[in-house]
Nanobody
Framework: QVQLVESGGGLVQAGGSLRLSCAAS????????MGWFRQAPGKEREFVAA????????YYADSVKGRFTISRDNAKNTVFLQMNSLKPDDTAVYYC?????????????????WGQGTQVTVSS
């Protein structure tokens, strides 16, 4: 069982930055493929970014590529999402997720554990 706790959300003006953190309880955190997803009101949950166990491979949705950066610190059991040049369309609840299979996936169904989410609101 893995518990994930997100933090770092908040209200920011368009063009601003936020850094989300996700702390994991797993003893074998470094073996998990980690992802960030988001869900805006009235919309389906969508893939944002993912990172492999070592941090050597990262993946992004086209809508955030060049603005968001995913990273991880296995010594601290934490994954991060640095969000720059934020837009009102980035407003959503952001979720951290962990996948036991060591393979990249954009599908929410591929992830085994989820955090409670943190709200990000970008004002225009």
């Amino acid at each position: 069982q893995v518990q994930l706790v997100e933090s770092g959300g908040g209200l920011v003006q368009a063009g601003g930055s936020l850094r989300l953190s996700c702390a994991a309880s797993a003893r074998t955190f470094s073996s998990y493929f980690m992802g960030w997803f988001r869900q805006a009101p009235g919309k389906e949950r969508e893939f944002v970014a993912a990172i492999n166990w070592s941090g050597g491979s990262t993946y992004y949705a086209d809508s955030v590529k060049g603005r968001f950066t995913i990273s991880r610190d296995n010594a601290k059991n934490t994954v991060f999402l640095q969000m720059n040049s934020l837009k009102p369309d980035d407003t959503a609840v952001y979720y951290c997720a962990a996948q036991q299979r060591p393979s990249y996936s954009r599908a929410a169904s591929a992830y085994d554990y989820w955090g409670q989410g943190t709200q990000v609101t970008v004002s225009s």
